[in-house]
């Protein structure tokens, strides 16, 4: 793999290790929260249920004032952060990756296919270039030719890809910024 190559594919994995980190910390935390949800609810029953036996008639009104609020945080808490992660970060991360690193990867390996099919090609071209006739030097050449350009276009989507990919990135932050 050459220089460039090898520049793009640690861009691609630092990305992916990025993706991957984000990813555990969102599923970390909604477990977090899932875990805090379910204690918030067992304290609203467990004082409702004081409160219920409770004598004393004020005391029994504010813990039961205190079950319900307990409850309508957990409900609220829920809405905000159990249900928003899920759409707007990991459908990112997946965004991010089914749209940028899938297809970078794919034309890495279409790159490095290209260019050892070409330094093969090249090999072969300067070897019979010394004892072949000049229509099988000129088909060689061609076949040379052809692979290079292919190699050019590789990497002109490759660039194309990442200026895309960046741009997506960039008007992804303002938005969440404005």
């Not at 090999?123 to 019979?128: A, F, G, L, M, S």
Request: aromatic share 6%.
């Amino acid at each position: 793999m050459d220089e460039h190559g090898k520049r793009l594919q640690g861009r691609l994995q630092f990305v992916e290790t990025n993706i991957k980190a984000l990813e555990e910390l969102v599923a970390k935390m909604l477990r977090l929260r899932e875990e805090q949800e379910s204690f918030h609810y067992t304290f609203a029953k467990t004082l409702s249920d004081v409160s219920a036996t409770e004598d004393a008639k004020p005391l029994a009104q504010c813990l039961f004032k205190l079950s319900e609020s307990s409850t309508k945080m957990a409900k609220d808490t829920h809405d905000v952060m159990l249900q928003r992660p899920e759409p707007e970060i990991l459908q990112v991360l997946t965004q991010i990756q089914d749209w940028g690193v899938v297809p970078l990867k794919r034309l890495l390996d279409d790159r490095e296919k290209a260019l050892k099919i070409e330094q093969k090609l090249q090999k072969e071209y300067d070897d019979r270039s010394r004892s072949a006739t000049t229509k099988e030097k000129e088909k060689k050449w061609r076949m040379l030719s052809d692979q290079k350009r292919r190699v050019e276009n590789v990497n002109a989507l490759i660039d194309h890809h990442m200026k895309m990919f960046e741009d997506y990135r960039l008007a992804k932050m303002k938005q969440e910024q404005a």
